[in-house]
T-cell receptor, first 112, second 115 residues
Framework: DAKTTQPTSMDCAEGRAANLPCNHS???????VYWYRQIHSQGPQYIIH?????ETNEMASLIITEDRKSSTLILPHATLRDTAVYYC????WGTGANNLFFGTGTRLTVIP | DAGITQSPRHKVTETGTPVTLRCHQT?????MYWYRQDPGHGLRLIHY???????DKGEVSDGYSVSRSKTEDFLLTLESATSSQTSVYFC??????????????FGPGTRLTVL
């Protein structure tokens, strides 16, 4: 699975959009981009995933560049409860036996 | 949230004692996983299961065994606990191959301390 690069930490004002970038320049054509987050002491929480098209769900939007070498997770109206470590992961779809490589992620702090 | 529970949520034990952690799901998902999380290492896969009685090793399986006698339960056993196994253990489930894909959903975790 391709490796990803994320900033170590970011701050965002409450109510504003949080834009979390991820570089995955060695991504393969059959690898999906997944985003998870982990709030302190809790289990990782799935947020969203995509292949090449932009995706949106009730939690966030995922914007993937046309060359697929980078992506951005957007939390449209950040709240204090969104303070967490966010992980960008790339892996092949449907390979349930493969573990997820979480790396170090981005620590997002939402400021009142 | 996916129906995943882990028990116990916290445990303190002594070196050399056996320990069993339980993961229970109500989603009828085929795959189940055990991870450990340690500072500086992220999440590391210990063992996983792809069906009842079908299991395989992950990257840090030494010192651990697993069993899955029912779809809903996946047990992780430390035969003789060591201090290096002090960690937070997470169970995860997924259903590969369906329209939902193999997105993994995680349980709340078990904090294990081996003295």
């Amino acid at each position: 699975d391709a490796k990803t690069t994320q900033p170590t930490s970011m701050d965002c004002a409450e109510g504003r959009a949080a834009n979390l970038p991820c570089n995955h320049s060695t991504i393969s054509g059959n690898e999906y981009v997944y985003w998870y987050r982990q709030i302190h002491s809790q289990g990782p929480q799935y947020i969203i995933h995509g292949l090449k098209n932009n995706e949106t769900n009730e939690m966030a939007s995922l914007i993937i560049t046309e060359d697929r070498k980078s992506s951005t997770l957007i939390l449209p109206h950040a709240t204090l409860r969104d303070t967490a470590v966010y992980y960008c992961i790339v892996r092949v779809w449907g390979t349930g036996a493969n573990n997820l490589f979480f790396g170090t992620g981005t620590r997002l702090t939402v400021i009142p | 949230d996916a129906g995943i529970t882990q028990s116990p949520r916290h445990k303190v034990t002594e070196t050399g004692t056996p320990v069993t952690l339980r993961c229970h799901q109500t989603e009828n998902h085929r795959y189940m996983y055990w991870y450990r999380q340690d500072p500086g290492h992220g999440l590391r896969l210990i063992h996983y299961s792809y069906g009842v009685k079908d299991t395989d090793k992950g990257e840090v399986s030494d010192g651990y065994s697993v069993s899955r006698s029912k779809t809903e339960d996946f047990l992780l056993t430390l035969e003789s606990a060591t201090s290096s196994q002090t960690s937070v253990y997470f169970c995860a489930i997924s259903e590969a191959g369906t329209s939902g894909g193999d997105t993994q959903y995680f349980g709340p975790g078990t904090r294990l301390t081996v003295l």
